[in-house]
Structures are given as C-alpha cells and as structure tokens.
C-alpha cells in the first residue's frame, strides 16, 4: 500500500464528493497506516475491504494480526469494514505461466466481457485509462517475458489519453465489449494458487 494512502483518499474525496469509495487491501501492510482509520472514521461513504487470498491454516495465521487490527479499528473508530474470501471466485486470466503465457482463443469477445471480473475496473496506469488491469500491465510482462505472437494485437491496445474530449471519455466508458476481449476465457476457469506468501508452503 502506497505511503501515502490517506492522502490519496482525501484528494479522491476532494474530486469525487459525493462517491462512494471503496479500499480493497489484502491487509498486510495496514498497520503501516497509522492516519488511515481516523480519515475513514471522518467519512462514513467509504469502505475498507479486506481481501482474503487463501485458505489454508498458515495463511489463516498470519492473517490473524490483521483481523485483531481491523476489528480494534472497528471498535475505536466505528468504520466500514468487509473481510471477504476473494480467492473463492478467482479466474484465469490466460493459459501457461511466465514465457509460456498465451491468450485464450474462444474468439466469443461479448461472452467474455459478460464472465469478466474487471469490466466495472478500468485501470489508472501511466496517466492513461485501460479497459481492465490485464491490459494495462501486459506490456510489463511482455518486457519481462518476451511474449508469443498472439499477444501483439493486445500489446497495441490503446488506452484514454488525458487529452480527450467529453465525447471520447463518454464513449471510452460506454463501449462494452471490444476485440481487446478476445483474450480473455469465454467460460471461466477456476483458478487456484499457491501460497501467496513469500518463504511459506501449504499444509495438506
């Protein structure tokens, strides 16, 4: 979480007065943030969401300081907070891993954008807005892995300038699904991954 998250929250409330905003963490690093539950403490429409990605017993244990602090937070301060098990309705995204990655071919672009958990969450990502995280950040994976052929298309999405106009921000957000779409699975897969935590394995 960015050091300065409380800021961020006061600066969005600032633009975006009357919207409901909504923090979704992991968790692990809340305690860093010492300002945080007063500034959520200060504005009931904003939600804390703390996301769990794993369930196995070692996770669940180092997860444990996390909830003791959210639920002190909760009763000093009386604010909005969610614990869900997000791992539960994760997809995959693409087929392989690392150099191997490669886009799905279901060639079914409103199906896919239908079953797409990202289709309500453009991305922010060097001053510019992208359709979904996937497509924001497939350049640094490309950089990193050297992808397949199959991904250039992809790799020439264009995303919202900050230059638009009121017409080209309209359409950027209306605009369901495109062929950008296509690289994503038609019919989710569930998807299940290993310990997220560094230097831990889960207990069978």
């Known amino acids: 979480m960015h050091p300065q998250l409380p800021e961020f929250i006061e600066l969005t409330r600032k633009y975006w007065p ?10 692990f690093f809340l305690h860093r943030h010492r300002r945080l539950p ?39 301060y009386d604010i909005n907070v969610m614990e869900y098990q997000s791992f539960q309705s994760w997809t ?27 289709r309500n ?13 996937p497509l924001a950040y497939l350049k640094l994976q490309n950089e990193k892995f050297n992808l397949s052929n199959k991904w250039q298309s992809y790799l020439k999405y264009k995303p919202l300038e900050p230059s638009c106009d009121d017409q080209e921000l309209d359409e950027f957000f209306n605009r369901e699904e495109e062929s950008a779409c296509n690289m994503c ?20």
Not at 54 to 72: D, G, V
Not at 189 to 200: H, N, T, V
Request: charged residues 25%.
């Open 18 to 27: 009357h919207s409901h905003l909504r923090i979704v963490t992991n968790g």
């Open 38 to 76: 007063e500034v959520l403490r200060d504005d009931p429409d904003i939600g804390l969401y703390v996301s769990m990605h794993h369930q196995s017993p070692l996770y669940i244990e180092k997860f444990r300081p996390i909830k003791a602090l959210i639920n002190l937070w909760i009763r000093k």
């Open 92 to 118: 995959r995204r693409y087929h392989g891993y690392g150099s191997a990655m490669e886009p799905f071919e279901d060639k079914q672009p409103r199906q896919s954008w239908e079953n797409c958990v990202a």
């Open 121 to 133: 969450c453009p991305q922010l990502y060097e001053g510019k807005i992208w359709k979904c995280g």
């Open 185 to 204: 699975s038609a019919k989710p897969e569930k998807l299940e991954l290993p310990m997220p935590i560094r230097g831990l394995t889960t207990l069978e």
